[in-house]
């Protein structure tokens, strides 16, 4: 009798993950051009009154507010230095560290979702430097990129999401190394509405501190990688 044979079905090879993850890739930078090209925050002054507009409310509208726009490319300065001028300086750096924190875990969440290689596309110019402060890396190097002067709040967040920082490194570090360069910008805008001694000694105070912490972070991650042989030359 012929040997019975047993069809074995064939494997689907449509990588549908690879195109699922160029999908979300092309949604994410349509996104974010449109957002570039066509969301602009209003001035100061208009802020204000549109916050004020929503009474008790107002600090949880500013907080979703500037949850949003740190996910996105539009730079926060504008949202950290509005929250002094509007709340003045001990509010203004509550709402202003929640609401970033928020939109910074959004970020990281949405990178773990795209995968390494969708958001290293994504980073564009900022991909090599991330890459390289974040690979391997941890605390020290989430905190030393986000007091490096010049280098945005998203990159950091998507690129903390894509080459695995844990959760508990990526909040920790955010929460405590976005603090001194928040309260150095709710400090102008306190100054701004209040232009007391107070809050101009706030203003330079905030500032030397952070210069002192970029350094000391710095130091504390070359000394990092240097221990794992990782330290570039």
């Known amino acids: 009798m012929p040997e019975l044979t047993r069809s074995v079905p064939r494997r689907d090879s449509t990588p549908w993950g690879s195109i699922l993850r160029n999908m979300l890739l092309v949604l994410v930078?349509?996104?974010?051009?449109?957002?570039?090209?066509?969301?602009?925050?209003?001035s100061l002054d208009t802020l204000q009154a549109r916050i004020?507009?929503?009474?008790?409310?107002?600090?949880?509208?500013?907080?979703?507010?500037?949850?949003?726009v740190a996910v996105t490319p539009i730079p926060v300065t504008i949202m950290a230095v509005a929250a002094g001028a509007i709340f003045?300086?001990?509010?203004?750096?509550?709402?202003s560290i929640i609401g970033?924190?928020?939109?910074?875990?959004?970020?990281?969440?949405?990178?773990?979702?795209?995968?390494?290689?969708?958001?290293m596309r994504l980073l564009g110019s900022h991909a090599e430097v991330i890459?390289?402060?974040?690979?391997?890396?941890?605390?020290y190097a989430v905190c030393t990129l986000r007091l490096m002067p010049g280098i945005p709040y998203?990159?950091?967040?998507?690129?903390?999401?894509?080459?695995?920082?844990?959760?508990?490194?990526?909040?920790?570090?955010?929460?405590?190394?976005?603090?001194?360069?928040?309260?150095?910008?709710?400090?102008?805008?306190?100054?701004?509405?209040?232009?007391s001694l107070v809050n101009g000694l706030a203003v330079v105070i905030s500032w030397?501190?952070?210069?002192?912490?970029?350094?000391?972070?710095?130091?504390r991650w070359r000394a990092t990688r240097s221990a794992e042989g990782l330290a570039p030359e």
Not at 88 to 95: D, I, K, R, Y
Not at 100 to 119: E, S
Not at 131 to 139: H, I, K, N, T
């Open 29 to 42: 930078l349509l996104g974010m051009a449109w957002l570039a090209l066509n969301v602009r925050l209003p």
């Open 52 to 68: 004020a507009e929503f009474g008790w409310w107002g600090p949880f509208a500013f907080i979703a507010l500037y949850a949003v």
């Open 88 to 95: 003045g300086l001990p509010v203004g750096t509550v709402v």
């Open 100 to 119: 970033v924190v928020i939109g910074c875990y959004g970020g990281y969440g949405i990178a773990r979702g795209l995968g390494r290689d969708t958001v």
């Open 131 to 139: 890459e390289e402060r974040l690979e391997d890396g941890g605390f």
């Open 154 to 195: 998203w990159p950091v967040n998507y690129g903390s999401g894509a080459l695995g920082i844990t959760s508990r490194d990526f909040l920790v570090a955010t929460a405590l190394s976005a603090l001194p360069g928040q309260i150095s910008l709710i400090a102008i805008g306190a100054f701004l509405g209040d232009p």
């Open 208 to 219: 030397v501190v952070v210069i002192a912490l970029t350094i000391l972070s710095y130091r």
